[in-house]
């Protein structure tokens, strides 16, 4: 990996049983950048976004993300790469510990937000400092402060996740992922359950991050958003990155005709 590149993806491939889902896609995000991602339904992006935060195996090619490297599964190697049970044994406790290492640099917001239903909205930003960066309560409290009045949810700390709106508790999501102070931050749909206005409010925030220098991506539906947020938009299709440039120009003259009939069914602002 360049020292310059956040994240290099290289021919990554995954399979659930005999069906394809990534086909050889490549990826690479430069540090500071803000790259999106559309494509159809099925097309792959939700796929490679939870590989790139080890939530998914995957079965050929290469992650580089945040300095650290991430390889195949054992089982998705070809038979005459793979040495016996012992070996691929060592070889899933070097995954497990790279992707152990992986938590503490890539950050992940879900689309449902995830929160801890049982923990106050401090409680949820508190958590992960506490248990995985082995921070003193105090300064992951103090931390956490801040994090929720940049995102504007400096009064509702001591509120439940059912108390907050669904752009309440989206904006508490990335609280709490910025908590654990990543290297990348991972969007996977973070405006497509929220009604216009929270959206919005949610997009004000990501607009914040990148103003600031954060590495991120982020998988949308929505080409407005993507538009107003991005750098780099990627466009996949059918397991590939099939088109890729600055999002004005990919989506007023798309060269590919996957992203033509994916713009011309596009209903987002």
Do not use: W, Y
């Not at 079965?59 to 650290?68: M, P, Q, R």
């Not at 402060?145 to 108390?163: F, I, K, S, T």
């Not at 990627?234 to 990919?250: F, K, N, T, Y």
Request: charged residues 20%; contains cysteine; aromatic residues 2%.
């Amino acid at each position: 990996m360049t020292t310059d590149c956040t994240i290099t993806v290289q021919d990554l491939a995954k399979r659930f049983g005999a069906r394809e889902i990534l086909r050889g896609a490549n990826l690479s995000v430069a540090r500071g950048e803000v790259a999106a991602i559309m494509g159809p339904s099925g097309g792959g992006k939700s796929t490679l976004l939870r590989c790139l935060a080890g939530l998914e195996g995957f079965d050929g090619g290469t992650i580089d993300i945040a300095g650290i490297r991430l390889d195949p599964d054992a089982n998705g190697l070809p038979a005459q790469n793979q040495a016996g049970v012992a070996g691929r044994t060592a070889g899933d406790r070097q995954r497990r510990a790279a992707t152990m290492r992986l938590r503490g640099r890539v950050g992940f917001v879900f689309q449902q937000f995830n929160l801890f239903p049982h923990r106050s909205v401090l409680g949820n930003v508190i958590e992960g400092p506490l248990t995985v960066l082995g921070q003193s309560r105090e300064a992951a409290t103090e931390q956490a402060r801040a994090l929720l009045a940049r995102v504007g949810l400096e009064n509702e700390q001591d509120q439940m996740p059912d108390q907050l709106s669904g752009g309440q508790q989206q904006r508490v999501a990335i609280a709490r992922a910025l908590a654990m102070q990543p290297a990348v931050l991972l969007f996977d749909e973070p405006t497509s359950a929220l009604d216009p206005r929270t959206a919005g409010d949610v997009e004000a925030v990501v607009a914040d991050l990148a103003r600031s220098g954060q590495t991120m991506v982020i998988v949308t539906h929505s080409a407005g958003f993507a538009r107003r947020t991005a750098g780099t938009l990627h466009v996949m299709s059918e397991g590939r990155i099939v088109e890729q440039g600055p999002p004005a120009e990919v989506l007023s003259a798309p060269r590919n005709p996957a992203t033509r009939q994916l713009l011309a069914g596009e209903t987002g602002d």
